[in-house]
């Protein structure tokens, strides 16, 4: 399920690009992470409502798929697997990682059933596109730090600020 924001009126300022955001949540998220993604939803829309993005929206989906499971041929598990393929793409031309998130497992079951690997998804990840290509996805990783949602969000929100999002895949994102 996605919802699509976009603001009524255009706001232009000499700071701003075409920035989409497209923020990625799980469903069944622990009681405790929600209060975390619900403020994630509210930091994005005052950056929609100041002009510092044009668009975004809210896809929810569950805490994985099974890349064999009759669910991934169908048209929303096919969108799921490609945005997948398009995120681990975008992190291997970077040399950078995702914290426990998008690697396939083996997943167990109690009744011994067989199981299949399963692409386990982060509780919340964000992806911020400029002019319509991708440029960032958090949360990443490399040896020397980790990059937030929250720093992503910081970037977009500093009017004067360097951006990791100027990035050209061939340049060391640190």
Do not use: K
Request: contains cysteine.
């Amino acid at each position: 399920m996605a919802v699509t924001r976009t603001p009524a009126e255009a706001t232009t300022d000499e700071h701003r690009r075409d920035y989409t955001l497209e923020l990625f949540v799980r469903s069944l998220a622990p009681a405790g992470a929600r209060p975390e993604q619900e403020g994630v939803v509210d930091r994005i829309e005052a950056l929609q409502r100041a002009g510092r993005i044009a668009a975004s929206t809210v896809t929810i989906w569950g805490g994985g798929i099974a890349p064999g499971s009759a669910f991934a041929g169908t048209e929303p598990g096919r969108t799921i697997l490609e945005t997948v393929e398009e995120f681990t793409d975008w992190a291997s031309a970077n040399d950078l990682r995702f914290p426990s998130a998008f690697e396939e497992r083996e997943c167990t079951s109690i009744a011994g059933d067989d199981c299949q690997g399963v692409i386990a998804f982060p509780l919340m990840c964000l992806a911020t596109r400029e002019n319509g290509e991708l440029r960032c996805v958090a949360p990443w990783s490399n040896d020397a730090l980790t990059h937030t949602i929250h720093d992503c969000l910081d970037e977009l929100a500093d009017e004067d600020g360097p951006t990791v999002h100027d990035w050209d895949s061939d340049e060391d994102p640190v």
